[in-house]
């Protein structure tokens, strides 16, 4: 088979998307991979993958197809088309037909072909496949995986969330902000953090925006940023990554109930959006998913403490919830569920609290934490005495209590785990498949 590495001058007239019945008799240029070869003896079809899905390619014996390679018409015999594998990438000018048959109604004969690069080996897994149970597998040739259609349902999906939370965001009047993600200190206490050295100093990879974006509400009142977190957790669950992205609102001149309010309505926004404009994806991967109802249920810890004890749970007062205990009470209440007024002694040092209660949530989807925010404190001397509670350094946090000197406005704020919500829109058992690139205790590669 001739190789043509290079386009030349050929460019793509148009997506697989864009291919119907009204382009019939048209004359097109199509760039893709060959998702699968049927071989009927004398004839072959081809479908060939791009961004926007597949068209099916008819050879027929008898009908050579030329190689326009460096600009000389060279046929390709009919048993070289048939040696073409999966995979490969290809481009190809042709004629479109009308085939009622064919799956998206039309197909393409080709008359031209350039074989841009020829696969050397098969994946494993087809894609088609909806599922394959190695995932160590799969995450080893992500990319390769990712050309699966229910990987890229997924990420589609992922791309419109992202867009529909910006939209909603926008209209209540946030801006998007950047903060950084090498720091001097934890934003939220505790050893989950990622040494890393800068100069000639120790530093850390940041666990959250948490004290940046509060500052920042200075100015703008209302931020919002959408980046990555970092957390050293050695955690080996289905839920659980080392590095994911969140995103960070945070409000002046609100509280906790507020930004629950906000939260509830930025969730229903983007489902609405998903539910509307990811219709192909939706069938793939979640064709049941509907917009939830509001108000969510609101549960004290109070509450959720009694209902597990009069369960058979041993837990006392001020212990954080276990995933035994999230496990029972996400089969008792389905879907999103906000857990508010939380014992402050469990939730993070600049959380505001009457010295037992704390002005907190966690949002749920069944068992899965979804999300988590508060009321901030806003007085300088009321922080001092929660860093010194919670046994961390006063001096390490100058740089940020200084602020506190020039009008700190009341404040609120929340994250939200982007690849944990993503697992509840598309119905995800293991959230390494809401993101591209997983990194846990046990994958740095790829």
């Known amino acids: 088979m001739s190789i043509d590495d290079e386009i030349g001058e050929w460019r793509r007239t148009h997506y697989t998307s864009q291919l119907d019945s009204r382009l019939d008799n048209e004359h097109v240029t199509l760039m893709g991979y060959i998702a699968s070869i049927r071989d009927h003896g004398n004839i072959v079809f081809v479908m060939l993958a791009d961004k926007d899905g597949e068209v099916q390619l008819v050879f027929k014996r008898g009908k050579e197809v030329s190689n326009n390679s460096n600009s000389e018409s060279i046929s390709i015999p009919f048993f070289k088309v048939k040696s073409l594998k999966e995979h490969s990438c290809i481009a190809v000018k042709g004629k479109v037909k009308v085939s009622p048959n064919a799956p998206r109604g039309v197909e393409v004969v080709p008359e031209e072909l350039k074989v841009l690069s020829l696969a050397r080996s098969i994946p494993p897994f087809s894609v088609y496949s909806r599922t394959f149970p190695n995932l160590d597998l799969r995450l080893n040739l992500r990319a390769i995986d990712l050309r699966r259609y229910y990987m890229r349902a997924i990420f589609r999906i992922r791309h419109k969330v992202l867009k529909a939370i910006r939209e909603f965001l926008d209209k209540e009047g946030f801006i998007e902000v950047n903060t950084p993600k090498i720091i001097s200190t934890a934003s ?241 058992d293991n959230i390494r498949d809401a993101t591209f690139y997983p990194r846990d205790i046990d994958r740095l590669i790829p």
């Not at 920042?216 to 659980?240: G, M, Q, W």
């Not at 994911?244 to 409000?251: G, K, L, N, T």
């Not at 309505?265 to 509307?276: L, Q």
């Not at 404009?277 to 049941?288: G, Q, S, T």
């Open 188 to 428: 939220e206490g505790g050893a989950s953090l990622f040494p890393v050295f800068y100069f000639d100093r120790e530093a850390f990879l940041a666990q959250s925006p948490q004290l940046y974006k509060e500052q920042l509400v200075t100015a703008f009142e209302k931020v919002f940023e959408i980046a990555p977190i970092f957390r050293a957790e050695p955690s080996r669950t289905n839920r659980h990554l080392a590095e994911a992205i969140s995103v960070d609102i945070e409000e002046a001149f609100a509280d906790y109930k507020d930004v629950m309010n906000l939260l509830e309505r930025m969730i229903t926004y983007t489902i609405e959006y998903i539910v509307k404009n990811a219709n192909d994806e939706l069938r793939i991967v979640n064709p049941m998913l509907t917009i939830p109802k509001t108000p969510f249920p609101r549960y004290t810890y109070d509450e959720l403490i009694d209902m597990l004890r009069k369960n058979g749970y041993s837990i006392e007062w001020g212990d954080d919830l276990s995933s035994e205990h999230l496990t029972f009470l996400g089969r008792v209440i389905n879907g999103y569920y906000f857990i508010v007024d939380w014992p402050s002694s469990i939730r993070p040092f600049y959380t505001k609290n009457n010295g037992k209660i704390a002005e907190a949530f966690d949002l749920m989807y069944n068992d899965l934490e979804i999300s988590s925010g508060s009321s901030r404190i806003n007085k300088k001397e009321e922080l001092i005495e929660r860093l010194k509670i919670q046994g961390l350094r006063v001096e390490s946090f100058e740089y940020h209590l200084k602020v506190f000197d020039y009008g700190m406005p009341p404040h609120a704020g929340f994250g939200l785990g982007l690849e944990r919500f993503l697992m509840t829109i598309a119905k995800l």
